[in-house]
C-alpha cells in the first residue's frame, strides 16, 4: 500500500542523475489506481506479462474522464486493431531537456483531434465499454498511459500496439520520474494550481 505525501512546489530543479533511478512510488489514496505500473511483470488483468510493462495501467469506469497530463499538441488520434482509440500528444521537453510525447491507449470516445493543442488536465476522452473489443486491452477497462521520445509519424506498416505510436514504444519512459511534485510522488490534477513547466499531472481525475 502507498502512503501520500502532499507536496506543494513552485519551480523544480532535477538533477540528471535522477533519471537514471527508479523512484519509490507515492499513490494518492483519491486517485484512480495504477493496476500494472511501469515495468511490472503483470497484467491489468492480474496475469503474468511476456515482457516488462512500459507504461502505467489506470484502472476506471465507464465514463471515467482521461486528463491531458501537461499542456501539449495532438500530433494523432486513431483507433488501433489491438490498443484501441489512442491519442498522442507531445508535451514538449521534460526538465532533462528530452522529449516528452505520451500515448494514451485503451480509450473510450475521444473529444480532441490531430493538430489541436491540449491544457494540462484537459479532458480529452473517456473510458468507454469496449474493453472486451480489443485484444491489448485484456478484458479490464483501463488507461495505458505511456512516455516515449518519438513519435512514429507517417504509414504505420504492420505496426501494433505501443510501437504503432512510439519509435521507442519497447523502451518506455518512466512516468514516476516527471511528477510535478517530485520523481515518484503521483500528482493529482488540481484545477487554479500551477505546476512546474516540463512535469506531468495523473492523466486521471482525483475524487
Same mark, same amino acid.
Given at each position: 500500500m502507498y502512503?501520500? +505525501?502532499?507536496?506543494?512546489?513552485?519551480?523544480?530543479?532535477?538533477?540528471?542523475?535522477?533519471?537514471?533511478k527508479s523512484p519509490p512510488v507515492q499513490v494518492p489514496s483519491n486517485a484512480p489506481p495504477i493496476i500494472s505500473d511501469y515495468k511490472s511483470r503483470m497484467g491489468a488483468n492480474n496475469l503474468p506479462r511476456s515482457s516488462r510493462h512500459q507504461? +502505467?495501467?489506470v484502472g476506471g469506469p465507464n465514463g471515467m474522464a482521461i486528463l491531458a497530463a501537461a499542456d501539449g499538441a495532438v500530433k494523432e488520434v486513431d483507433v488501433g486493431t489491438c490498443w484501441g482509440p489512442t491519442i498522442v500528444i507531445d508535451h514538449g521537453l521534460g526538465p532533462d531537456r528530452k522529449p516528452l510525447i505520451a500515448?494514451?491507449?485503451h480509450l473510450g470516445p475521444v473529444s480532441v483531434k490531430a493538430g489541436q493543442r491540449?491544457?494540462?488536465?484537459?479532458?480529452?476522452?473517456? +473510458?468507454?465499454?469496449?474493453?472486451?473489443?480489443?485484444?491489448?486491452?485484456?478484458g479490464v477497462r483501463h488507461l495505458h498511459f505511456q512516455l516515449g521520445r518519438k513519435w512514429r509519424s507517417g504509414a504505420k506498416g504492420t505496426?501494433?500496439?505501443h510501437v504503432r505510436y512510439l519509435v521507442d514504444g519497447k523502451k518506455g519512459v518512466n512516468p514516476h520520474l516527471y511528477w510535478a511534485d517530485g520523481p515518484g510522488k503521483v500528482t493529482c490534477f488540481e484545477k487554479g494550481n500551477s505546476y512546474p513547466q516540463g512535469t506531468l499531472t495523473y492523466p486521471a481525475p482525483c475524487k
Amino acid at each position: 500500500m502507498y502512503t501520500f +505525501l502532499s507536496v506543494v512546489v513552485a519551480s523544480t530543479v532535477i538533477a540528471s542523475s535522477t533519471f537514471a533511478k527508479s523512484p519509490p512510488v507515492q499513490v494518492p489514496s483519491n486517485a484512480p489506481p495504477i493496476i500494472s505500473d511501469y515495468k511490472s511483470r503483470m497484467g491489468a488483468n492480474n496475469l503474468p506479462r511476456s515482457s516488462r510493462h512500459q507504461g +502505467l495501467d489506470v484502472g476506471g469506469p465507464n465514463g471515467m474522464a482521461i486528463l491531458a497530463a501537461a499542456d501539449g499538441a495532438v500530433k494523432e488520434v486513431d483507433v488501433g486493431t489491438c490498443w484501441g482509440p489512442t491519442i498522442v500528444i507531445d508535451h514538449g521537453l521534460g526538465p532533462d531537456r528530452k522529449p516528452l510525447i505520451a500515448a494514451y491507449g485503451h480509450l473510450g470516445p475521444v473529444s480532441v483531434k490531430a493538430g489541436q493543442r491540449v491544457k494540462r488536465g484537459q479532458m480529452i476522452a473517456k +473510458l468507454g465499454n469496449n474493453h472486451k473489443e480489443f485484444r491489448c486491452i485484456v478484458g479490464v477497462r483501463h488507461l495505458h498511459f505511456q512516455l516515449g521520445r518519438k513519435w512514429r509519424s507517417g504509414a504505420k506498416g504492420t505496426y501494433w500496439g505501443h510501437v504503432r505510436y512510439l519509435v521507442d514504444g519497447k523502451k518506455g519512459v518512466n512516468p514516476h520520474l516527471y511528477w510535478a511534485d517530485g520523481p515518484g510522488k503521483v500528482t493529482c490534477f488540481e484545477k487554479g494550481n500551477s505546476y512546474p513547466q516540463g512535469t506531468l499531472t495523473y492523466p486521471a481525475p482525483c475524487k
